[in-house]
């Protein structure tokens, strides 16, 4: 038999010794799932001889947990070789494996209904609440362990419009189910401070999601984790400080019209400059860059530098406020049919977030898979005062004001997609 050769914590080793065909993980964050999962897989292989199949979010995660896998493998001195090859599904992936000594391999794809038919073989799931079309996959691959196999789910809640949500708040469908929190990993060892990250949060919703394990109700939220998880993507850039700018990043070959939006801030909030790339009928993140506490000077040549380089077809600017003199100071370089600024009204807010809506909604966006912009997305709430009037609002974190959500609502609307009609107020 197998046996671990790392120093485990006690819901890792609760993990490990349960040997329940079906079990279910809902674990804080940073608290070594991927680790968890990928080591239970190496044990089960070694001692079986049965192929191990895990199912990450997406390409970048999944070559993660077979390094952790191989990890593994030296760590026992498991003598096991690594391969690399194309898979074909609906699209082509990569599909990384270890084959262990007694041929049983350790495969790692990204999630999606194709490759969930792909194999038999004891199936684990890594951060199942984020994956794409989770109700699609569970679907697809729940015949291919008909035959005995195992299937092992671990991840952080996100929401509960998706199906790892259902499987830890069904308690008739068999499940072994763990549930870890951040204090009951500190109780197990791990060296965690509670008290300083939730300080350093400063979020309580996020707080109660990522680290307390809680599946948030989305009855207020405006996009919900599902919309928002179904229109991310590999490949797609990550958000850029502009510390870490280089003028390299600018010099894509642009195919399509761009198109930008710039939600200004200054001290207390963020600036962030969107950029889109509209193929076809889909809207493509190829930036998005973070501006905090430079000055409006500084802020003004960045734009014009990313206006100019990228040939923007369009741009629409937040002048509410302190954006007033940025946006008029843009118009007068670049003309009015070039560059709009936006006054945020209640009115204005509406048209905004319901073309991110429906462009959501329709998926014809894509957007980089990040828990940063994800959050941002999710925190619009839309609410109704006593006068009667919608609002669309967030609640002020250290990460901003939804500012990603309003650049990326402005860069619709400087492509003019998705507006609400005259008669229509959501």
Same mark, same amino acid.
């Given at each position: 038999?197998?046996?671990?050769?790392?120093?485990?914590?006690?819901?890792? *080793?609760?993990?490990?010794?349960?040997?329940?065909?079906? +079990?279910?993980?809902?674990?804080?964050?940073?608290?070594?799932?991927?680790?968890?999962?990928?080591?239970?897989?190496?044990?089960?292989?070694?001692?079986?001889?049965?192929?191990?199949?895990?199912?990450?979010?997406?390409?970048?995660?999944?070559?993660?947990?077979?390094?952790?896998?191989?990890?593994?493998?030296?760590?026992?001195?498991?003598?096991?070789?690594?391969?690399?090859?194309?898979?074909?599904?609906?699209?082509?992936?990569?599909?990384?494996?270890?084959?262990?000594?007694?041929?049983?391999?350790?495969?790692?794809?990204?999630?999606?209904?194709?490759?969930?038919?792909?194999?038999?073989?004891?199936?684990?799931?890594?951060?199942?609440?984020?994956?794409?079309?989770?109700?699609?996959?569970?679907?697809?691959?729940?015949?291919?362990?008909?035959?005995?196999? *195992?299937?092992?789910?671990?991840?952080?809640?996100?929401? +509960?419009?998706? *199906?790892?949500?259902?499987?830890?708040?069904?308690?008739?469908?068999?499940?072994?189910?763990?549930?870890?929190?951040?204090?009951?990993?500190?109780?197990?060892?791990?060296?965690?401070?509670?008290?300083?990250?939730?300080?350093?949060?400063?979020?309580?919703?996020?707080?109660?999601?990522?680290?307390?394990?809680?599946?948030?109700?989305?009855?207020?939220?405006?996009?919900?984790?599902?919309?928002?998880?179904?229109?991310?993507?590999?490949?797609?850039?990550?958000?850029?400080?502009?510390?870490?700018?280089?003028?390299?990043?600018?010099?894509?070959?642009?195919?399509?019209?761009?198109?930008?939006?710039?939600?200004?801030?200054?001290?207390?909030?963020?600036?962030?400059?969107?950029?889109?790339?509209?193929?076809?009928?889909?809207?493509?993140?190829?930036?998005?860059?973070?501006?905090?506490?430079?000055?409006?000077?500084?802020?003004?040549?960045?734009?014009?530098?990313?206006?100019?380089?990228?040939?923007?077809?369009?741009?629409?600017?937040?002048?509410?406020?302190?954006?007033?003199?940025?946006?008029?100071?843009?118009? $007068?370089?670049?003309? &009015?049919?070039?560059?709009?600024?936006?006054?945020? $009204?209640?009115?204005?807010?509406?048209?905004?977030?319901?073309?991110?809506?429906?462009?959501?909604?329709?998926?014809?966006?894509?957007?980089?898979?990040?828990?940063?912009?994800?959050?941002?997305?999710?925190?619009?709430?839309?609410? &109704?005062?006593?006068?009667?009037?919608?609002?669309?609002?967030?609640?002020?974190?250290?990460?901003?004001?939804?500012?990603?959500?309003?650049?990326?609502?402005?860069?619709?609307?400087?492509?003019?997609?998705?507006?609400?009609?005259?008669?229509?107020?959501?």
């Amino acid at each position: 038999m197998a046996i671990a050769a790392v120093p485990l914590y006690g819901y890792q *080793k609760r993990w490990i010794a349960d040997k329940h065909r079906f +079990k279910a993980g809902r674990i804080t964050r940073q608290g070594g799932k991927s680790f968890m999962l990928s080591l239970d897989s190496v044990l089960e292989g070694a001692d079986t001889g049965v192929n191990e199949i895990i199912l990450s979010a997406g390409e970048r995660q999944s070559k993660e947990v077979i390094e952790k896998a191989k990890m593994h493998t030296e760590a026992m001195s498991i003598a096991a070789s690594a391969i690399e090859e194309d898979f074909f599904a609906d699209a082509q992936c990569k599909m990384l494996s270890i084959v262990l000594p007694n041929r049983a391999r350790i495969i790692g794809l990204p999630a999606n209904p194709a490759t969930a038919r792909g194999f038999t073989g004891n199936v684990r799931l890594d951060e199942f609440a984020f994956h794409k079309d989770s109700d699609k996959i569970w679907t697809a691959l729940f015949p291919t362990i008909s035959r005995g196999y *195992k299937l092992s789910v671990v991840s952080t809640p996100q929401g +509960k419009q998706n *199906k790892f949500y259902n499987i830890c708040t069904n308690t008739e469908n068999g499940f072994s189910k763990h549930v870890v929190d951040i204090y009951q990993a500190i109780a197990d060892g791990a060296p965690f401070n509670a008290e300083e990250l939730k300080q350093g949060l400063d979020d309580e919703d996020a707080w109660q999601q990522e680290y307390m394990v809680q599946f948030l109700d989305e009855a207020t939220a405006f996009l919900t984790f599902e919309l928002i998880a179904g229109c991310e993507t590999e490949g797609v850039p990550q958000e850029i400080k502009l510390e870490d700018f280089v003028a390299s990043m600018l010099d894509w070959p642009v195919v399509g019209h761009v198109y930008i939006g710039v939600d200004i801030g200054r001290k207390k909030d963020l600036t962030i400059i969107y950029v889109l790339e509209k193929l076809g009928d889909v809207f493509y993140t190829r930036a998005a860059f973070t501006l905090f506490n430079v000055k409006f000077a500084a802020q003004e040549q960045f734009l014009w530098q990313i206006i100019s380089r990228l040939k923007a077809t369009r741009a629409c600017i937040d002048c509410t406020g302190i954006g007033a003199q940025l946006a008029e100071n843009t118009v $007068t370089k670049f003309g &009015m049919y070039r560059i709009e600024p936006v006054t945020f $009204t209640n009115e204005v807010k509406n048209d905004l977030a319901t073309r991110v809506l429906r462009t959501f909604q329709d998926r014809r966006i894509r957007i980089p898979i990040s828990q940063t912009l994800r959050n941002d997305l999710h925190s619009i709430k839309k609410t &109704m005062t006593a006068a009667g009037n919608i609002r669309f609002d967030a609640e002020r974190t250290k990460d901003g004001h939804a500012d990603r959500f309003w650049a990326l609502s402005l860069s619709l609307m400087a492509s003019d997609e998705g507006a609400v009609p005259s008669c229509i107020i959501l």
